[in-house]
Nanobody, 122 residues
């Protein structure tokens, strides 16, 4: 069993940056791929970014490509999401998830964190 905890969310002005962290406990997730998703009020949860188990492969939603960077430090059991040039439409609760069968499909992930709120003001 893997327990995931996100942190680093907050309120930021448009154009600003935030770095989210996702720390795993319970067992190492160094062999698991990890994804970030987000969910805005009244909207479905959407894929944001994915990183392979060793960090060698990453994949991004078109809406965040070039602005967000996913990375991981397996020694610290942590995955990060660096978010730059934030826009009001990035406002959402951000979730990390581990061990997918299909990297962009939320329902195929086995483990989820509780989420962290990101609010971008205009």
């Amino acid at each position: 069993q893997v327990h995931l905890v996100e942190s680093g969310g907050g309120l930021v002005q448009a154009g600003g940056s935030l770095k989210l962290s996702c720390v795993a406990s319970g067992r190492t997730f160094s062999s698991d791929a990890v994804g970030w998703f987000r969910q805005a009020p009244g909207k479905e949860r959407e894929f944001v970014a994915h990183i392979s188990w060793n960090g060698g492969n990453t994949y991004y939603a078109d809406s965040v490509k070039g602005r967000f960077t996913i990375s991981r430090d397996n020694a610290k059991n942590t995955v990060y999401l660096q978010m730059n040039s934030l826009k009001p439409e990035d406002t959402a609760v951000y979730y990390c998830a581990a061990r997918p069968r299909l990297i962009t499909v939320a329902t195929t992930y086995d483990y989820w964190g509780q989420g962290t709120q990101v609010t971008v003001s205009s």
